[in-house]
């Protein structure tokens, strides 16, 4: 018995650092996208972000010889996933720019773990346990310091909402992500959820200026996000969540916000108030409480 408990603690763990090492990858978006040429959008960027990042793992998932999968794929979980990480793309994109950066992270990335405990609690009866409660407050309230410090904040209902619908859609992405996960391969459970979320984001492509992937640096930024920042990432986050909770999982993905305020003040040159330093050490309290043991 001992000898189960050991090897089910370390599959854990390992878990957990998958989805601590995703989250690193995420932390790099807004670092590339602070490279991209003038001229490209957001929306533009999300769609080709999932078009490069879906063929990418399509790809990987032909080269091992995983599309075909042992078990029946359910049409309706599936389309729900591609859905859940389309619209997340469009609501988070939009919420920003209604309510502004700092209001709408805090809102988004802040509400997808408490949804996803009570998604995971709901669904699975999967109970977070106080390890989590506390982790999930740390992470949070690290979260809010880290990008709300100082200036003027103007709040919308329409931004808040959308925010919340972003936040909501990442953490029903992760619960059906889990469930698509059993008996599949991860790259090919990613391929297929991707792909299907490019396809509904095409129509964007066709209503935005594209022009910027004609020079090196847009390449080489679309290029990052679709192979790093999400194939890989994707991947990592698929294995890991594969043998973690899913509100720990969706807890551990702060890791995000963490990561790129560090590359902001070390690689982009910018500055962080006291305060945010504050919400710096918190956040990392949180990530380490679960990620350790």
């Known amino acids: 018995m001992s000898g189960n408990i050991d090897r089910d603690g370390q599959t854990r763990i390992g878990g957990e650092w998958l989805v601590l090492a995703a989250a690193v990858l995420w932390g790099t978006t807004g670092t590339a996208q602070a490279f991209a040429p003038t001229g490209a959008q957001p929306i533009g960027i999300g769609a080709i972000r999932l078009a490069v990042g879906g063929l990418a793992l399509l790809a990987l998932a032909a080269w091992r010889g995983r599309l075909r999968s042992a078990t029946r794929w359910p049409v309706l979980a599936t389309l729900l996933a591609a859905g859940c990480m389309a619209a997340y793309q469009v609501c988070f994109l939009t919420g920003l720019k209604i ?26 009866r999967e109970k977070p346990g106080w390890r989590w409660g506390l982790a999930t407050t740390l992470a949070v309230v690290g979260c809010a310091l880290l990008v709300l410090p100082g200036g003027q904040f103007t709040v919308q209902a329409w931004g808040i909402l959308l925010a919340l619908g972003a936040g909501f859609s990442y953490a029903l992405y992760a619960l059906l992500a889990k469930q698509l996960l059993a008996g599949r391969a991860p790259e090919t459970v990613m391929a297929v959820v991707f792909c299907l979320g490019a396809a509904m984001l095409s129509p964007a492509l066709f209503l935005v200026d594209l022009s910027w ?72 309290c949180g990530l380490a409480l679960l990620s350790l043991r």
């Open 99 to 124: 309510t502004g950066v700092a209001v709408g992270t805090v809102v988004a990335i802040g509400s997808a773990p408490v949804l996803a405990g009570g998604l995971g609690w709901l669904v699975n």
């Open 213 to 284: 992937l004609g020079q090196a640096r847009g390449l080489a930024v679309a290029l990052h996000l679709g192979l790093v920042a999400t194939a890989l990432s994707y991947t990592l986050f698929a294995h890991g969540l594969k043998v973690t909770p899913t509100a720990t999982a969706v807890t551990l993905s702060l890791a995000e916000p963490l990561t790129a305020g560090l590359l902001g003040v070390f690689l982009l040159g910018e500055s962080l108030a006291l305060v945010a330093w504050i919400g710096m050490g918190l956040l990392f």
